[in-house]
């Protein structure tokens, strides 16, 4: 089992930065892929960004892409998201979600299906 507890969450301004971390723990030494997803009210859960564990690839949906940067420290089992030049429409819950199996080579890594732990979630509101 992978444990996972999001942080780094809360309001910002449009045009403002927040950073999200992930903590992982457990059975961290059998990760593939770590990716943050997000959910509005109202819609069904999108892949934001994901990173391989070991050769740490990084992937990016297009709405976010030049604006989010995500990283990983593997000695710290940490992922984080930072944002930058936040729009308002990135108002969701974050989450953080580990493949502990490679399930994201054969569902992508792009899908919620390819993960198998997912953190509580963290609240990210920008306002206009």
């Known amino acids: 089992q992978v444990q996972l507890v999001e942080s780094g969450g809360g309001l910002v301004q449009a045009g403002g930065s927040l950073r999200l971390s992930c903590a992982a723990s457990g059975r961290t030494s059998s990760i593939a892929a770590m990716g943050w997803f997000r959910q509005a009210p109202g819609k069904e859960r999108e892949f934001v960004s994901a990173?391989?564990?070991?050769?740490?690839?990084?992937y990016y949906a297009d709405s976010v892409k030049g604006r989010f940067t995500i990283s990983r420290d593997n000695a710290k089992n940490m992922v984080y998201l930072q944002m930058n030049s936040l729009k308002p429409e990135d108002t969701a819950v974050y989450y953080c979600?580990?493949?502990?199996?490679?399930?994201?080579?054969?569902?992508?890594?792009?899908?919620?299906?390819?993960?198998?732990?997912w953190g509580q979630g963290t609240q990210v509101t920008v306002s206009s």
């Open positions: 979600a580990a493949d502990p199996v490679g399930r994201t080579v054969v569902a992508g890594i792009r899908t919620p299906t390819g993960y198998i732990h």
């Open positions: 990173i391989t564990w070991s050769g740490g690839y990084t």
